[in-house]
């Protein structure tokens, strides 16, 4: 079974540092590898797509890495605000419609 | 344009009772997606449509799961005699095209009692 995991499971920083989130997966035969946010009581936002052709993609302050022959991808966020505080979720695509979602991360910018 | 939309927000059943839920796609788009999401995880597949076609439902966890999308477009995920276990969010995503993005929309949470 491919597995997608997300390091750490929370995590709780002051207003203005930068981070990283982590996200592994075991099958290197991604399709891509897309980020999303996740705000309580709604859906899942997309943030960046990498295909796997690719090694990033920036969208303002993210910017998200893929490594395959590694199994990992970093979703970097500088300057973190409180609302940039949610629920991050990394899910890995292996054909064109077999999304696998890690658990994710929960953020918390503190003003 | 409006963005994916589901009904019920909320739905409270006692266990052993069906339940239906809809979710309606952005306009256009052919693909749609059902997932399973339990209460701190990550969202699980259910099943996958291409228009009308149900492509794959490798992801419905018993044989009281049962999806449609009869016309192309609005899709109803229907759950049978349900169990506690069954409680969970329930999303629903579309995209353009099976390579494209997905669009989620808000999710169900239903609660079985």
């Known amino acids: 079974k491919q597995e997608v995991t997300q390091i750490p499971a929370a995590l709780s920083v002051p207003e203005g540092e930068n981070l990283v989130l982590n996200c592994s997966f075991t099958?290197?035969?991604?399709?891509?590898l897309q980020w999303f946010r996740q705000d309580p009581g709604k859906g899942l936002t997309s943030l960046l797509l990498?295909?796997?052709?690719?090694r990033e993609q920036t969208s303002g302050r993210l910017n998200a890495s893929l490594d395959k022959s590694s199994g990992r991808s970093t979703l970097y966020i500088a300057a973190s605000q409180p609302g940039d505080s949610a629920t991050y979720l990394c899910?890995?695509?292996?054909?064109?419609?077999?999304?696998?979602f890690g658990a994710g991360t929960r953020l918390t910018v503190k003003p | 344009g409006a963005g994916v939309s589901q009904s019920p927000r909320y739905k409270v059943a006692k266990r052993g009772q069906d339940v239906a839920l809809r979710c309606d796609p952005i306009?256009?788009?052919?693909?749609l997606f059902w997932y399973q999401q339990a209460l701190g995880q990550g969202p699980e597949f259910l099943t996958y449509?291409?228009?009308?076609?149900?492509?794959?439902k490798s992801g419905l966890p018993s044989d009281r799961f049962f999806a449609e999308r009869p016309e192309g477009s609005v899709s109803t995920l229907k759950i049978q005699r349900t169990q506690q276990e069954d409680s969970a969010v329930y999303l629903c995503?579309?995209?353009?095209?099976?390579?494209?993005?997905?669009?989620f929309g808000p999710g169900t949470r239903l609660t079985v009692l």
């Open positions: 099958d290197s035969a991604i399709y891509n």
């Open positions: 449509f291409q228009n009308e076609a149900q492509l794959d």
């Open positions: 990498i295909q796997s052709s690719q």
């Open positions: 995503a579309s995209s353009l095209n099976v390579v494209d993005t997905q669009y």
């Open positions: 306009s256009g788009h052919v693909s």
């Open positions: 899910a890995v695509a292996y054909n064109n419609n077999d999304m696998r």
